[in-house]
């Protein structure tokens, strides 16, 4: 039973309005991952002929856009209503479930997008009420019509929030998986090899902030010593302390006083994201090998798949999704992040030019050809085709999980609570009046038995296992 609701988009030209608190990759800009996610959605929207606007506080005026990029405008957050008011969209698509706070309501489909387990990245930033953080994180799904993420393991650790949101899983199309992408090959300049470096010689790239939840400070030590053994290579760190505060933990003060001073290291800040990429491509290879924690065993990381798209060979961790990526398609090297002779004898090959790095060259740009947005974005563009809302949304969003109130304004709208959750509670109180208090109790076993399969049977070997994630 299709229990939703038609939109107004569906009988006009649609506009989609993408919200986001980063900075875009704007001429002349720096940005940042979740910036690249944003504007890869809103690109991928306009190559299917949608008009789509990007509102974000760290916009500063209003980029015109084109008929390939979008219009991008200055959204302070506390102006988030009235810039809706202004731009009257056929939907709404959030990047990230931690901006729908200062979402008014909208009565038009709401679309979030987890591109990470932003839970966990609160919780390693020091978030000193995890509880708090879990129930924003439920009531802004629970106004949500359509809900993605970026990657296969994420939606396996996703399932169970949309479930205690009230999203039926029994629907086809439940959390499609939209991977971070890349522009589409038309838009590359990546033909034919990188330029040389002045010193033609390896030069190993790190580009990145430094945030809690990333510590890549043994790999970098392992590979200053092993250029310091054989007086080989440089390495070219781009980025540093995250902008605003010193998100690291303390960790990037310690990294930064060893490059500081070391001959072999050239030191930049944040960059545009234009001379970003060209500073890549001028590149061999980028060490992108962090310590395994639950954070990035879910990440599906930005910064890698630009590496890629940059037809640079990565040093990246054997753990995660991206690592699938890169060992299935032998476009880089996958070790466990606690792999030090490993990481050395990689390190060693690459100084005495005995890795195929022609051939992981090749075989990089090849990947990222398939996670072009054009290609990726089909879930989200399929929705805005056919938007809809809900049924059950403006219940969920006003007594949130409470399922007398719930079933109470059900029987009075005459709308009929269909989802999982709201079904059990009946067909238990139908089937054993005389035990309704045991209601409440019988209407968690759904998430209670899903989160068991999970654990048991969802995940391959190199998944996180809910052990890993709880």
């Known amino acids: 039973m299709d229990n939703t609701r038609p939109s107004a988009a569906s009988t006009r030209s649609t ?4 919200l986001t608190t980063e900075p875009l990759p704007l001429p002349g800009c720096a ?68 901006l729908a706070a200062n979402v008014p309501d909208v009565t038009v489909p709401l679309v979030i997008d987890l591109a990470g387990p ?47 949101a009230g999203h039926n899983l029994q629907c086809e199309n439940v959390l499609p998986v939209i991977p971070f992408s890349v522009p589409p090959p038309a838009d590359s300049t990546n033909e034919g090899e990188p330029s040389l470096n002045e010193m033609n010689e390896p030069l190993f ?22 250029m310091d053994a054989t007086n080989k290579g440089r390495l070219l760190f781009v980025g540093g302390a995250h ?59 930005t910064r890698t798949m630009i590496y890629l ?28 992040p606690d792999d030090e002779a490993g990481f050395r004898r990689v390190v060693r090959e690459i100084l005495d030019d005995q890795a195929p790095l022609s051939e992981m060259r090749e075989k990089a740009l090849t990947v990222t050809g398939q996670y072009n947005w054009e290609r990726t974005i089909t879930p989200l563009a399929d929705f805005c085709m056919a938007p809809h809302m809900r049924a059950s949304r403006d219940m969920d969003a006003e007594f ?6 719930r079933d109470a304004a059900s029987a009075q709208t005459n709308q009929p609570d269909t989802s999982l959750s709201a079904q ?9 009046p005389h035990l309704a208090p045991l209601a409440g109790f019988l209407a968690r076993l759904p998430a209670w038995i899903l989160r068991y399969r999970l654990k048991a049977t969802a995940t391959p070997p190199k998944s996180p296992s809910a052990k890993d994630i709880a």
């Open 400 to 405: 949130g999980s409470n399922p007398n109130e």
């Open 243 to 301: 902008p605003v505060i010193d998100a690291s933990g303390g960790r990037f003060l310690a990294l930064d006083a060893m490059l500081r001073n070391h001959p072999r290291v050239e030191r930049r800040g944040f960059l545009s994201f234009e001379d970003l990429t060209a500073a890549y491509r001028e590149a061999t290879v980028a060490v992108d090998l962090m310590t395994r924690n639950a954070e990035r065993e879910l990440a599906f990381t």
């Open 205 to 226: 790239v790190y580009g990145g902030a430094f945030l809690a939840w990333q510590d890549p400070v043994r790999a970098l030590t392992w590979l200053l010593e092993e």
């Open 424 to 432: 059990c509670r009946r067909n238990a109180i139908q089937a054993l």
């Open 15 to 18: 506009k989609v309005a993408v």
């Open 118 to 164: 932003h839970l966990l990245e609160r919780l390693f930033w020091g978030s000193d009420d995890p509880a708090r953080d879990r129930r924003e994180k439920i009531a802004a799904l629970r106004r949500a019509d359509f809900v993605i993420c970026s990657g296969e393991y994420q939606r396996r650790y996703f399932l169970p929030f949309l479930l205690e």
């Open 31 to 98: 940005t940042t991952g979740a910036g690249l996610r944003a504007w890869g959605l809103a690109a991928g929207l306009i190559s299917r002929g949608f008009t789509v606007v990007i509102g974000s506080p760290a916009a500063e005026g209003e980029f015109a856009g084109s008929d390939n990029l979008p219009r991008v405008v200055e959204m302070p957050r506390d102006e988030i209503g009235l810039f809706l008011q202004r731009e009257e969209p056929d939907i709404v698509v959030l990047q990230h479930w931690g």
């Open 309 to 336: 798209w940059c037809g640079l060979p990565v040093i990246h961790d054997d753990y995660s999704e991206v690592g699938e990526i890169i060992d299935r398609n032998d476009c880089g090297w996958t070790l466990s």
